[in-house]
T-cell receptor, first 114, second 116 residues
Framework: EAGVTQSPTHLIKTRGQQATLRCSPI?????VYWYQQALGLGLQFLLW???????NRGNFPPRFSGRQFPNYSSELNVNALELEDSALYLC?????????????FGPGTRLTVT | AQKITQTQPGMFVQEKEAVTLDCTYD???????LFWYKQPSSGEMIFLIY??????QNATEGRYSLNFQKARKSANLVISASQLGDSAMYFC?????????????FGKGTMLLVSP
C-alpha cells in the first residue's frame, strides 16, 4: 500500500513569491492535514481538510491557504512568502482505511525562502 | 499553558539499554488520545504508539510501550533494548475529543542519541 506522498521534495523561492505544495493521501483516506515544522520548533498545525472542505485551521495568516480535490489530494498555497516561512511542511492523512486514530505522514516538502 | 510538554531536549542512551522519554499533557476533555511519533533525520514522521484516554491497559508495540498515568497526566514512552537506529527526534502528541478525526497538538520533541 502506497503511503502519503508529497511534492516537491525541495522548493526554493524568493521573498514575495508564491509557493504551491502538493499532497496525496493514502488510498481510502479522506482527511488531509498540513503542518509546519520550522527549525527548532515542533510541528504547528496549519490546515485540515476532509471530504473537500476545510474543517479547521491553525493560527496562521490568511496567506496560507489550500484546498482538497475530489480525489482527496490536497494543495497548500503560501502567498507573499516571507523569510520565516522557511520550514519543513508535512502532510498527513487519516481515515477508516488506516484506523480512525493515527495520522500517517508524508516525507515533507522543505521550503526555503531567500 | 502548553498542551503537550516534553521536558527533555536531548537524551543519551547506550545500545541495548532501556530509555524513557517524558511527556505530560493538559486537557479538560475526558476523551483524548495520546501518540508518539519518531522523526529520523530524513524528516518523515513515523507513528509509533497510541493510547486512548479510556484504555485500561498501557499500550505496547514491540519494543515501545507507553507508561500512561492518567491522574498525573503523563504519557511517557519507554523504548526497551535501544538500537542505533532509534537515534531520532521523538514527538508526543495529543488529539482531543471523541472523534478520531481531529488535529494533533505536538510537543517540542526530544532528541534521542543511541551510542554503541
Amino acid at each position: 500500500e502506497a503511503g502519503v506522498t508529497q511534492s516537491p521534495t525541495h522548493l526554493i523561492k524568493t521573498r514575495g513569491q508564491q509557493a504551491t505544495l502538493r499532497c496525496s493521501p493514502i488510498s481510502g483516506h479522506t482527511s488531509v492535514y498540513w503542518y509546519q515544522q520550522a527549525l527548532g520548533l515542533g510541528l504547528q498545525f496549519l490546515l485540515w481538510y476532509d471530504e473537500g472542505e476545510e474543517r479547521n485551521r491553525g493560527n496562521f495568516p490568511p496567506r496560507f491557504s489550500g484546498r482538497q480535490f475530489p480525489n482527496y489530494s490536497s494543495e497548500l498555497n503560501v502567498n507573499a512568502l516571507e523569510l520565516e516561512d522557511s520550514a519543513l511542511y508535512l502532510c498527513a492523512s487519516s481515515g477508516l482505511a488506516g484506523g480512525p486514530y493515527e495520522q500517517y505522514f508524508g516525507p515533507g516538502t522543505r521550503l526555503t525562502v531567500t | 499553558a502548553q498542551k503537550i510538554t516534553q521536558t527533555q531536549p536531548g537524551m543519551f542512551v547506550q545500545e541495548k539499554e532501556a530509555v524513557t522519554l517524558d511527556c505530560t499533557y493538559d486537557t479538560s476533555d475526558p476523551s483524548y488520545g495520546l501518540f508518539w511519533y519518531k522523526q529520523p533525520s530524513s524528516g518523515e514522521m513515523i507513528f509509533l504508539i497510541y493510547q486512548g484516554s479510556y484504555d485500561q491497559q498501557n499500550a505496547t508495540e514491540g519494543r515501545y510501550s507507553l507508561n500512561f498515568q492518567k491522574a498525573r497526566k503523563s504519557a511517557n514512552l519507554v523504548i526497551s533494548a535501544s538500537q542505533l537506529g532509534d537515534s531520532a527526534m521523538y514527538f508526543c502528541a495529543m488529539r482531543e475529543g471523541a472523534s478520531g478525526y481531529s488535529t494533533l497538538t505536538f510537543g517540542k520533541g526530544t532528541m534521542l542519541l543511541v551510542s554503541p
